[in-house]
C-alpha cells in the first residue's frame, strides 16, 4: 500500500500561503506533545508516592503512666446483662501480632505506616454506609461509645460505663470526660444525641435499621456527661449493635444528607487527606485523650484492589501492612525473614443456604441433614483452606456468645453413612439433583470449596451442578429467593450474634423456610434478656433445634490474613475486620 | 473543507447520542441493583424501594432516559452514587492522570516503535529485523495485565527501582506508562516496517539516491514521510483506545485515572457514573477522530479536494 509521493513544490503550492509547511508543523505538533506528556508527569500536584519520606507531625504527648484511668461501671442491676468491661481500650490487645524485633520504637512524628488493602472508602461520612471499608478509616478517625476486643468483650472507649434499667429499656451511659473533637469542640452528652438523631429515622443514614426499636426521643441528656439510650423494647445486643456507631460532633446533627465531611472525630488520628481512588492520609492526633498513643505520627491507607499489585507493593517496600492476603501468596513470603504473616481468627462464617420454596425435596429436612453429614469439614479447614479455617457445623462462631458444641451439635459431622440414611428415609434413596450458586471470588476458596461440595454430596446421591456467578447478582439472588442451593458467608461485625439470627432465621432473608417456632422464639427472646448466661442457655436450644432442620450448612469460620513488614512492631487486628492503628507500633 | 468539518461534526454527535442510548440501556441490563448495593443486604423491601425511587430507578426506562437526556444536554450527568459528587466532575477530576498515562505511553509507543520500524524496514531479514519482528509479536501477543505484573516484579519487587503502583512522580508513570503503550508501539512498528517496505521500492526513492542523497535522507526525508499518512490514521485512533482502555492497566497499578473511576462504578453498579465516564470517554474518542481526520486532510491535501 505505497503512497506516492507529493512533491515539495506542489505541496507548498496546495498550501497556499500558510507561513508553516507540513513538515515543521508535523515536527511541532509531535515535539510539543513528547513535551507536554513529560512536564505533565513531572508536574502533577501533589505527590502521591507512599514512598515520600513523611512530614514531620506534631508528636503527641510523651507516655504517661498508663492510658486513662477507666471509671468503675455503675453497680450492676440483677439483670444485668453486659457485665461492663472496665474500659481500658489501650489495654485491649489480646494475641496481637508477635514483636519480631526488640529494636526500640522510633519517636512517633518520625514514624510512618503505609497500609494498603483491596477496598475504597466512600465517605468521609462516618453514618453514611454500614460498610466495612469504611469502617476501618473510620474507626481510627472517629471512635464509639464502646468497642469489642478479640475475644468479644465489650470495652469502652467514649463511654466509661453503662447499666440497664431494670426492664432492659434504658440504658445509662456515663461518658468519658476531657475528650476533645479534633476541632476542638468537647465531647459531652449532646454529641451522642446528635449522632444517633441523624442516623436514626433518615433515609439516608447506613444505621437507620440499628434504631428501629428506639423511642422517638433515643437519647435523653441526664447531665452533660451522662445520657440514656432508650428503648421501646428490651434489646439485649443494644451496645453491640452501636460499636460502629462513630461519635460526630453537635455541629454534624445538622448535617442530615450524609455529606459530613469535615471528618472531625474524637480519634486517635486526623484525616488530612482523603482521595478516593488514591490515599487516605491519616496524622496522630496530638490532643488525643489516651496519652502516649497512637505510637505511629502517620498513616498513609491506600486501595489496590489487585490482589498480586497489592503484594507486590509489599514486596516492593511501597505498603508496610496488607490486608486480605491469599493463602497462596501468603506462601510466598512467609518464609522471608523481611515479612510476616499475621493470621485473624474471623467471626466470619462461610455455608451453604439453602431455598425451601422452589424444589420440594430441599424443604425435607432429612435432605438438609444429609448435606450436614455429607461434607468432611476437616478437608475444608486443613486441604482447602490450608489451615486458614476451621470446622464448623453451626452458628454463631467460635468466640462469640451463642458458641456451642452441646450435643448433638459437632463442628465436623462428617458421616456418610449417616447422609445416605438420612436420605433414604426422606424417600431419596435414588438421589436428588440441584444447582449450587457460587458467588465468585467473593468467598475466600470459595470455587474450590464449592467443587468439594459437589464431589462429596456427588458421592451420596445429591448432584449438584455448579453455577459460578458474579458476586453481585449472586447474593441479590439468595435475598430475593431465585436459587436452589447457594454458597454464602456472614461476619458478625457486631460481635453478637442476634443480628445475624435474626435476619437469617427468624428473617428468613434468604427464603429457606426454615419453620421450627421454638427456636426462632428462643432467638427472639435471647435478645431481650439481657442476662448473658440466659442468652447463652436460649441460644443452645435454638442451636439444637436448628441442627435437626438446618436451614445452612455452616462450613467453616475463617481466618484472615495480614502481611507486614517486619519493622511492624505490634498490630491488634480485630475479629470484625474493623481495627484501630492506635497502639500498632514500629519498629 | 467547512462543509467537510460540518459533515463530520454532525456524525459526531450521532455517534455520541447512540452511545448514550447504547450505555443507557446496558447499564440497566446489567445484574445487580444499585439500591441494593447502597443499603445493608438485611434492608427491607421497603427500604429498597425507597431508595430506589430516591435514585430514580422505579421510572420506565424510557423515561428515565428522557430525564438523563434533558439534563445531559444541560451538563448535567447526575450525581455518582459511590463517590458522592457530580459524576461529570469525577470523569474529568479523573482526566488529567488518565491523558498524562495516555501521552506517555504514546511517546514511549512512538520513539521506540519508529525507530525500530525504520531499521527494521531498512535491515530487512538482518538480525535486527527479526528482534524487531519478535518484539513487535510480543507486544501485540501479551495481555496488558501479564505485562504489568511482569513488570512489577521485575522493577519493583526484584530490582527496587521502580514504585510498584501509585501516582505522582514520573518514575510512578513508566511501569503503567510501558504496559499500555506496549500494544501500540507494537502495532507502530509493524506499520512503519510494512510501511517503509512498500515506499523503499518506489521509483522517486530510486531516484532520490540516483541523485547521491544519503541513506539518512532517503529513508527519513523521502520515504517514512509517506508512512506518516497511515500512522496518524492509527496512533489517532489508539490514543481513543488508550483513554479508554486504560481499565486494567490503571486498576494493576492503581492509577487514580478514569479507567479505575470506570472499574469501581462498574462494581458499584454507579448508574450515573458509568454513563457519564462511558459518554465522556466517547465524546474524546469521537473528538481524537475527527482532528485525526482533519489533520489527515492537512496532511494529505488530495484528501481535502476529494
Given amino acids: 500500500m505505497g503512497f506516492h509521493p507529493v512533491s515539495q513544490d506542489g505541496a507548498r503550492r496546495m498550501v497556499g500561503r500558510r507561513s508553516v509547511s507540513r513538515r515543521r508543523f508535523l515536527y511541532q505538533t509531535v515535539g510539543l506533545a513528547a513535551a507536554a506528556s513529560l512536564l505533565a508527569a513531572c508536574n502533577q500536584p501533589g505527590p502521591t508516592s507512599v514512598a515520600e519520606p513523611p512530614k514531620p507531625t506534631a508528636a503527641p504527648p510523651p507516655p504517661t503512666t498508663a492510658p486513662a484511668a477507666a471509671a468503675k461501671p455503675a453497680e450492676a442491676k440483677p439483670a444485668e446483662a453486659a457485665k461492663p468491661a472496665e474500659a481500658k481500650p489501650a489495654e485491649a490487645k489480646p494475641a496481637a501480632a508477635a514483636p519480631t524485633q526488640a529494636a526500640p520504637a522510633s519517636k512517633p512524628a518520625d514514624t510512618l505506616l503505609n497500609f494498603a488493602k483491596p477496598g475504597k472508602v466512600r465517605t468521609k461520612d462516618p453514618q453514611r454506609f454500614y460498610g466495612l471499608n469504611e469502617f476501618v478509616l473510620h474507626r481510627n478517625v472517629f471512635e464509639p461509645l464502646v468497642d469489642i476486643d478479640q475475644k468479644g468483650k465489650l470495652y469502652g472507649v467514649l463511654a466509661e460505663s453503662w447499666t440497664p434499667s431494670a426492664d432492659g429499656k434504658v440504658w445509662t451511659i456515663k461518658l468519658r470526660q476531657g475528650v476533645k473533637f479534633h476541632d476542638g469542640t468537647p465531647f459531652d452528652a449532646e454529641s451522642v444525641k446528635a449522632t444517633v438523631a441523624r442516623a436514626k429515622d433518615n433515609d439516608k443514614s447506613g444505621f437507620k435499621f440499628v434504631f428501629k426499636d428506639f423511642e422517638d426521643e433515643p437519647v435523653r441528656i441526664v447531665d452533660k456527661n451522662t445520657v440514656e439510650l432508650r428503648t421501646k423494647i428490651p434489646i439485649a445486643p443494644l451496645l453491640n449493635n452501636i460499636v460502629v456507631l462513630y461519635m460526630v460532633p453537635p455541629k454534624a446533627g445538622d448535617n442530615r444528607d450524609m455529606t459530613y465531611e469535615d471528618a472531625v472525630g474524637t480519634g486517635p488520628y486526623r484525616l488530612t487527606d482523603f482521595n478516593i481512588d488514591q490515599q487516605y492520609v491519616m496524622e496522630a492526633n496530638a490532643d488525643y485523650w489516651q496519652r502516649g498513643l497512637p505510637k505511629i505520627g502517620k498513616v498513609i491507607y491506600r486501595p489496590i484492589l489487585e490482589q498480586s499489585s497489592l503484594v507486590a507493593a509489599l514486596r516492593a517496600g511501597q505498603a508496610d501492612l496488607i490486608e486480605g492476603i491469599s493463602q497462596e501468596n501468603a506462601a510466598t513470603i512467609k518464609n522471608d525473614p523481611n515479612f510476616k504473616i499475621i493470621a485473624s481468627e474471623l467471626w466470619q462464617t462461610d455455608f451453604l443456604t439453602v431455598n425451601g420454596e422452589g424444589n420440594p425435596n430441599l424443604a425435607k429436612p432429612g435432605v438438609r441433614r444429609a448435606f450436614n453429614y455429607g461434607l468432611d469439614r476437616e478437608v475444608i479447614a486443613r486441604d482447602i483452606l490450608s489451615g486458614d479455617g476451621k470446622p464448623l457445623a453451626s452458628y454463631p462462631p467460635r468466640g462469640i456468645l451463642g458458641y456451642t458444641e452441646k450435643a448433638p451439635i459437632k463442628t465436623n459431622p462428617y458421616n456418610v453413612e449417616q447422609a445416605k440414611k438420612e436420605l433414604a428415609e426422606a424417600g431419596l434413596s435414588g438421589g436428588l439433583e440441584a444447582e449450587l450458586k457460587v458467588p465468585n471470588g467473593q468467598f475466600t476458596k470459595g470455587k474450590e470449596i464449592a467443587e468439594y461440595v459437589v464431589q462429596e454430596l456427588g458421592k451420596i446421591g445429591i448432584k449438584l451442578t455448579l453455577n459460578l456467578q458474579e458476586p453481585i447478582p449472586a447474593l441479590e439472588s439468595f435475598t430475593a429467593g431465585q436459587y436452589e442451593v447457594g454458597y454464602g458467608g456472614s461476619i458478625a461485625v457486631t460481635g453478637d450474634p442476634d443480628r445475624y439470627l435474626q435476619e437469617r432465621i427468624v428473617g428468613d432473608l434468604y427464603h429457606t423456610k426454615f419453620g421450627d417456632e421454638e427456636a426462632k422464639n428462643a432467638i427472639r427472646q435471647a435478645a431481650t434478656v439481657v442476662d448473658p448466661a440466659k442468652r447463652q442457655e436460649l441460644y443452645e436450644q435454638a442451636a439444637v433445634r436448628i441442627w435437626e432442620a438446618p436451614p445452612f450448612i455452616y462450613l467453616h469460620q475463617i481466618n484472615w490474613n495480614y502481611a507486614a513488614r517486619s519493622k511492624v512492631k505490634s498490630f491488634t487486628w480485630a475479629a470484625n475486620r474493623i481495627f484501630s492503628f492506635v497502639d500498632t507500633e514500629l519498629a | ?306
Fill in chain 2, 1 to 306: 473543507m467547512t462543509g467537510y468539518v460540518v459533515r463530520r461534526l454532525i456524525q459526531a454527535v450521532g455517534v455520541v447520542v447512540g452511545v448514550s442510548v447504547f450505555i443507557f440501556c446496558l447499564v440497566r441490563l446489567l445484574p445487580g441493583d444499585p439500591a441494593r448495593m447502597m443499603l445493608p443486604e438485611s434492608a427491607s423491601a421497603e427500604q429498597v424501594q425507597a431508595m430506589r425511587r430516591s435514585l430514580g430507578l422505579d421510572q420506565p426506562i424510557p423515561v428515565q432516559y428522557v430525564i438523563f437526556a434533558s439534563q445531559a444536554v444541560r451538563g448535567d450527568l447526575g450525581r455518582s452514587l459511590f463517590y458522592g459528587a457530580p459524576a461529570t466532575e469525577v470523569v474529568l477530576g479523573h482526566l488529567p492522570a488518565t491523558l498524562q498515562l495516555a501521552g506517555f505511553s504514546l511517546s514511549f509507543a512512538l520513539l521506540v516503535a519508529v525507530p525500530v520500524g525504520v531499521l527494521s524496514a531498512v535491515r530487512r531479514d538482518s538480525i535486527w529485523d527479526f528482534l524487531a519482528i519478535g518484539l513487535a509479536l510480543a507486544g501485540q501477543s501479551m495481555p496488558a495485565f501479564w505485562l504489568g505484573l511482569t513488570l512489577i516484579l521485575v522493577f519493583a519487587v526484584l530490582l527496587g527501582v521502580l514504585p510498584a503502583a501509585g501516582s505522582g512522580s514520573l518514575a510512578h508513570l513508566i511501569l503503567p506508562g510501558i504496559t499500555l503503550g506496549a500494544y501500540l508501539m507494537a502495532l507502530v512498528t509493524r506499520l512503519v516496517r510494512s510501511g517503509l517496505l512498500d515506499v523503499l521500492n518506489e521509483d522517486y526513492v530510486r531516484t532520490a539516491r540516483a541523485k547521491g542523497l544519503g541513506a539518512w535522507a532517503v529513508t527519513y526525508g523521502h520515504a517514512l514521510r509517506n508512512v506518516l499518512i497511515p500512522l496518524i490514521t492509527v496512533v489517532g485512533l489508539q490514543l481513543g483506545s488508550l483513554l479508554g482502555g486504560a481499565v486494567i492497566t490503571e486498576t494493576v497499578f492503581a492509577w487514580p485515572g478514569v479507567g479505575t473511576v470506570l472499574f469501581t462504578a462498574i462494581n458499584a453498579r454507579d448508574y450515573p457514573l458509568i454513563q457519564a465516564s462511558v459518554l465522556l470517554l466517547s465524546i474524546f474518542f469521537v473528538l481524537i477522530n475527527l482532528a485525526v481526520d482533519l489533520l489527515y486532510a492537512y496532511v494529505d491535501p488530495r484528501i481535502r479536494h476529494a
